[in-house]
Structure formats: structure tokens, C-alpha cells
């Protein structure tokens, strides 16, 4: 069984901080996304990472995948009120599979 | 551009009853993906439908069913309902060629009393 394990569960943060929100498993994944989810909607993808090593940044987010292609960070540099959200990761371990999700990280960002 | 879109939006049911929720992939995608969403939890694979058959199945009873049709669109029906069913229901549609992410619909809130 495919099992994605997110860090911390929760976080509450001041407007301006930093943070980093960790996903890991023991299963090697094709590729593994984040989405941010808000309270009575659907998870909104934010990126896809596929290549072991890999980062990307969307605008003040920055994305990791591990090298092994097990584990993926997200650090968010000095976070707003409007990052606020539950912060999920799927993996997929074939492209024509089904992705497996964690169990997310809640967000709050205080002003 | 219209993208995933899911009805109806809230839904009451009493336990033993059946339900049937709907869904219209995003314009351009061919493959639909059901998934349940328990309060604080992360979304839980049901089944993927792709050229109208089930190709994916996760950890559901029978009592989960689902259909695809020529244009796409899908439904996912649930026999029997239990308390425990109750749950927001996410549609999600993907592009056929490779695997960038899904884009999921906002969802159906079912509640079983």
C-alpha cells in the first residue's frame, strides 16, 4: 500500500514568516503533485514535479522533489493571510494511475 | 472554459437509501476519477473511468459504482448508504496524454442521516 506521509498536520503562522511542509513515503512515485484546498471546494493543482531533484517555484513557493523520487517539500517564503489552506500531495506511481494523497497540512497565516 | 463541474452541490439522504452524483470532465480531458474526502482527511481513491469502463478500483464495496459516457461524463452511484458515507465526493479529470495533475470539480456534500 502506497502511503503519503505529511508534516506537520497543522501549522499556524504570522504574516511574513517562513515555512516548509514536508511529504514522505517509502514508495517510489512517476511523479507527485501539490494542490491547496479551501474549506467546501476541490483541491486547485499548484505544480507537478517528475525528476529526482527537481525544483520549481511558483511566485514566493518553492517546490522540491527528493532525489529518490520518495519524498517532496514545499517552503513558502514570507506567507500571507491568503496562503491560508490545507496543503496536499499525491503521488502517482504510473502515469495512467490513480494518485494516492496524504492527508494534507492545514495552513493558517495570521495578519 | 468550463472546467470540471459536479451536481448537484449538496445532497441529504437517509441511510439504506441509493444516490447517483454527477460529473462533466474539463473540456479536452477523456479520463474521470472519483475520489471521497472525509472530514480531515485527504482524498481516498474510489475508481477511474477511462473509454467508459472502470479501469482503477480502489478499497470500496460493491456498493460503489460508477459509469462513463460517450461524452465523457460520468456518474458515481452509492447503494445502501451508510452514516459513514457521508463525505464530500470529488470528481477529477485528467489529459490523455501523460499525467500533469488533475483538475477536480468542487464537489458534492453528501450527508447521510
Known amino acids: 500500500t502506497q502511503l503519503l506521509e505529511q508534516s506537520p498536520q497543522f501549522l499556524s503562522i504570522q504574516e511574513g514568516e517562513n515555512l516548509t511542509v514536508y511529504c514522505n513515503s517509502s514508495s517510489v512515485f512517476s511523479s507527485l503533485q501539490w494542490y491547496r484546498q479551501e474549506p467546501g471546494e476541490g483541491p486547485v493543482l499548484l505544480v507537478t514535479?517528475?525528476?529526482?531533484?527537481e525544483v520549481k517555484k511558483l511566485k514566493r513557493l518553492t517546490f522540491q522533489f527528493g532525489d529518490a523520487r520518495k519524498d517532496s517539500s514545499l517552503h513558502i517564503t514570507a506567507a500571507q493571510t491568503g496562503d491560508t489552506g490545507l496543503y496536499l500531495c499525491?503521488?502517482?506511481?504510473?502515469?495512467?494511475?490513480?494518485?494516492?494523497f496524504g492527508d494534507g497540512t492545514t495552513l493558517t497565516v495570521k495578519p | 472554459d468550463a472546467g470540471v463541474t459536479q451536481s448537484p452541490t449538496h445532497l441529504i439522504k437517509t441511510r439504506g437509501q441509493q444516490v447517483t452524483l454527477r460529473c462533466s470532465p474539463k473540456?479536452?480531458?477523456?479520463?474521470v476519477s472519483w475520489y471521497q474526502q472525509a472530514l480531515g482527511q485527504g482524498p481516498q481513491f474510489i475508481f477511474q473511468?477511462?473509454?467508459?469502463?472502470?479501469?482503477q478500483r480502489g478499497n470500496f464495496p460493491d456498493r460503489f459504482s460508477g459509469h462513463q459516457f460517450p461524452n465523457y461524463s460520468s456518474e458515481l452511484n452509492v447503494n445502501a448508504l451508510l452514516l459513514g458515507d457521508s463525505a464530500l465526493y470529488l470528481c477529477?479529470?485528467?489529459?490523455?496524454?501523460?499525467?500533469?495533475?488533475?483538475?477536480f470539480g468542487s464537489g458534492t456534500r453528501l450527508t447521510v442521516v
Open positions: 514535479v517528475v525528476t529526482g531533484g
Open positions: 477529477a479529470s485528467r489529459t490523455p496524454q501523460g499525467f500533469y495533475g488533475y483538475t
Open positions: 473540456s479536452g480531458h477523456d479520463t
Open positions: 499525491a503521488g502517482a506511481i504510473t502515469n495512467a494511475g490513480k494518485s494516492t
Open positions: 473511468y477511462y473509454e467508459e469502463e472502470e479501469r
